[in-house]
């Protein structure tokens, strides 16, 4: 029943999309939303260490707990469903065994995640999970990337199926789509020219990541958080907001709000989140 149903709602979003043909803000306005006086907590695959990991659950329990920023990960089922999922590999987050692209949405379906014991989710459920919100901003991390799987036909379908279910689910200025691989990022942009996009890189940041995010159209970069404050300023020069990661207390908020940080990305969002805000 679950896959039929989100087959069919996806059916419906597709449809709205196309005819309506609306186009998110390549520069965010939610991007700079606040935890606090500084950067935007950002719950990590929806609060991995307080709840599970991409769980439906992770991400309800933030919404109800006032986080206002979140990330996620988006992978393709073997039968081409937009899913929750960080690990290409099941057996990490999963009772199950295999990859992720080797598995049909309805044998996803049959699986639990380990934490909770809920169903890894499919895209459609979180976002309904989010719809209608205009005071959240989200990071869609896009882990399909070229490969024999993701050839240059699937991962322009990937791209273009995400843009339209994400125009359809969130409002204009509350997401972005990020990424390490660059084809990726550039395959989105070529989908979809309006799609706000951002370069997630696994170093701190330095002069050829700004450089490469400008070339690739990017409103947004995502390096470590031992960035310099340097750095993040030579980044809002280029017109690029900034989210570092990892952040998982205080201290490091602290730091990374001196630095000038936009966003950071957490763990424990909900733990972190109340200790800013009793300052």
């Keep these: 029943m679950k896959t039929a149903t989100v087959r069919l709602v996806f059916g419906v979003l597709m449809a709205a999309a196309l005819a309506t043909g609306c186009a998110s803000s390549r520069y965010p306005a939610n991007a700079k939303l606040k935890t606090g006086s500084g950067p935007l907590v ?35 089922t073997k039968d081409c469903v937009l899913v929750v999922m960080h690990d290409e590999s099941l057996e990490r987050t999963t009772n199950g065994k295999g990859i992720v692209e080797d598995t049909t949405f309805s044998d996803l379906c049959k699986l639990r995640l380990k934490k909770s014991s809920e169903q890894v989710p499919s895209l459609s459920e979180v976002l309904m999970a989010m719809r209608g919100r205009e005071d959240i901003f989200m990071e869609i991390e896009m882990k399909a990337g070229p490969s024999d799987f993701y050839t240059p036909y699937v991962l322009e379908d990937y791209c273009r199926r995400l843009s339209a279910m994400a125009k359809v689910l969130m409002k204009p200025g509350t997401y972005a789509f990020t990424c390490f691989n660059e084809k990726t990022l550039a395959t989105m942009r070529k989908v979809d020219p309006d799609a706000p996009i951002g370069l997630i890189v696994g170093t701190p940041l330095e002069d050829a990541h700004i450089a490469k995010a400008k070339e690739l159209g990017c409103c947004s970069v995502a390096p470590r958080a031992e960035t310099t404050k340097e750095m993040v300023e030579k980044a809002h020069k280029a017109g690029l907001t900034v989210c570092l990661w990892m952040c998982q207390d205080k201290a490091t908020w602290d730091e990374c709000a001196a630095k000038g940080a936009d966003r950071v990305t957490s763990d424990f969002p909900l733990k972190l989140t109340r200790e800013v805000e009793v300052e």
């Excluded at 719950?43 to 206002?68: P, T, V, W």
Aim: a negative charge; glycine letters at 18%.
């Design 42 to 76: 950002q719950a990590h695959r929806g609060g991995r260490f307080e709840y599970d990991d991409n769980a439906l659950g992770g991400f309800e329990m933030c919404l109800s707990r006032g986080i206002k920023g979140f990330e996620l990960d988006v992978r393709y």
